[in-house]
């Protein structure tokens, strides 16, 4: 088996991305490790759905415990101010995803297809209604831009970067960048363009595990970690 | 006469919700604005048939436990009336993760309780379409998936949308940190979370505080839901949690 990416890896990979200033919402697992790789010289505004804006690390519980666990994430997790601030609540925060505020998500995927639509939200195997929305599909079809970030296969081996997807889309065509443990894959107009290979990979390994075709870049080089 | 929203029991401020109402309840994230005591006064009185707009289908017994809460066992928020099987409607942005012995999942497939899965946005501008009068609204998220079904879409300015129906509700019960004697709240961090759009679109709207003051004791500038949309006002006893 060939070395692929860790989480923490793919979170400081994608975390390169985001820009000075921005206003960002990083989903649950993987995404959230982006916090770990912001450098001092760069102000990135934290956004959390249930009404936080620029806010700091997350709280461990004698923290929490302190502030009256005054502020927590969208995941209920206690987090710390920071000078700077904003707290208001859902109503507000669905304004500022729905009407393109947020200048970008980083959530993680369980398909993106050529056409960059994501299914993240549900597994197929569940039945009736179940599942959690939530969030994901208002920030997937409105925030300014959407980076995925997911291991590139199912544990199975099963490619997730396919033609089609065949799990419950959560938008359409959303996606303008794929950070997986082996590749960084821009989505265009015309489809998949693989930019970045992780190290000792090679583009042809990476189409192997890919069911939707590659375009490789011009520029296709290794990632610089 | 003095206007005095404040009532001086939990069971009398929900004695007016009966069997069949529909309710809203604020809170999902972490222990602030989850109006506590109000559902548990509404366990105690055991309407039934009730309808329940909220965030979640579940009851964050294992967030709290995670987050290491004190007697996070004994965990209260929305779930503990459908748990306790008072529920026959259920309109949620988060149903429940499958598998995760989730009640609510039981008593859907056993055709208990009827379901409502929308999502975050759709969820809040339809109450918020409910609040402002509103016959409905154009809103641009779920196109393609499974929450286009049955909804009208439009095309405008080349962007497809989806109509939202408005959705209000009977009663709202939300939690806050303090109120005056007419109904004004300010809330305390990320307490606020559904509080602010609930009580504008509920007819009759039940707060829970953790202080109450006299009329002239909150900054007017810092009001964030104006007593216009309050009906009711009751004070919490101090709690572990807080």
């Known amino acids: 088996m060939k070395e692929r990416l860790d989480e923490q890896t793919m979170a400081l990979r994608v975390a390169r991305e985001l820009q000075d200033g921005w206003y960002v919402n990083l989903g649950f697992g993987i995404p959230a490790l982006c916090t770990n790789f912001i450098p001092e010289n760069k102000t990135i505004f934290f956004f959390a759905e249930n009404g936080l804006l620029g806010f700091g690390r997350n709280a461990d519980y004698d923290e929490a415990g302190r502030l009256g666990w005054r502020y927590v994430d969208a995941a209920a997790h206690p987090v710390l101010p920071v000078p700077g601030m904003a707290v208001f609540d859902y109503a507000e925060a669905f304004d500022m995803i729905r009407g393109g505020h947020i200048d970008c998500t980083v959530l993680g995927g369980l398909q993106v297809s050529g056409k960059g639509d994501l299914a993240n ?9 179940g599942g959690t929305i939530g969030g994901a599909m208002d920030l ?36 303008d960048l794929i950070v997986t443990d082996i590749a960084v894959i821009r989505v265009t107009e015309r489809g998949l363009t693989l930019e970045e290979t992780a190290p000792g990979w090679i583009a042809a390994e990476v189409q192997e595990l890919t069911e939707a075709s590659l375009e490789v ?9 | 006469m003095p206007v005095n929203k404040v009532v001086q029991s939990f069971d009398k401020a929900i004695a007016d919700i009966g069997d069949g109402a529909s309710i809203m309840v604020s809170g999902a994230q972490g222990p602030l604005g989850v109006p506590r005591n109000l559902l548990l006064a509404l366990r105690r009185k055991g309407v039934h048939n009730l309808t329940l707009i909220t965030a979640t289908g579940y009851r964050s017994v294992s967030a709290a436990r995670f987050y290491g809460f004190p007697h996070a066992e004994d965990w209260i928020d929305h779930g503990i009336l459908i ?35 929308l999502g975050h946005g759709p969820f809040i501008i339809r109450m918020w379409a409910g609040a402002a009068g509103l016959g409905g609204v154009y809103q641009p998220v779920g196109i393609g998936t499974i929450l286009e079904q049955d909804k009208e879409k439009r095309v405008i300015d080349g962007r497809e949308y989806l109509l939202e129906m408005p959705l209000t509700a009977d009663f709202a019960l939300v939690g806050a940190d303090k109120a005056d004697s007419y109904g004004n709240l300010v809330y305390k961090g990320t307490g606020r979370q559904y509080g602010p759009i609930m009580a504008k679109a509920a007819r009759v709207t039940i707060a829970e505080v953790d202080e109450v003051v006299e009329p002239g004791g909150l900054a007017p500038e810092s009001i964030v839901t104006p007593g216009i949309y309050v009906q009711k006002v009751v004070r919490a006893p101090p709690e572990v949690c807080k």
Request: glycine share 6%; aromatic share 6%.
């Open chain 2, 83 to 117: 748990d306790n099987h008072q529920v026959s409607k259920v309109i949620c942005a988060m149903a429940y993760v499958p598998g995760r012995d989730s009640i609510l999942q039981k008593q859907y497939e056993a055709g208990e309780v009827e379901l409502e899965h």
């Open chain 1, 121 to 129: 939200w549900r597994l197929p195997i569940y039945k009736g209604k």
């Open chain 1, 217 to 225: 870049s011009p520029n296709l080089r290794v990632m610089e970690l």
């Open chain 1, 140 to 175: 997937a079809a409105c925030c300014k831009r959407v980076f995925v970030v997911m291991t590139h296969t199912e544990k199975s081996g099963k490619p997730k970067i396919v033609r089609e997807c065949t799990y419950p889309l959560t938008a359409k065509g959303c996606v």
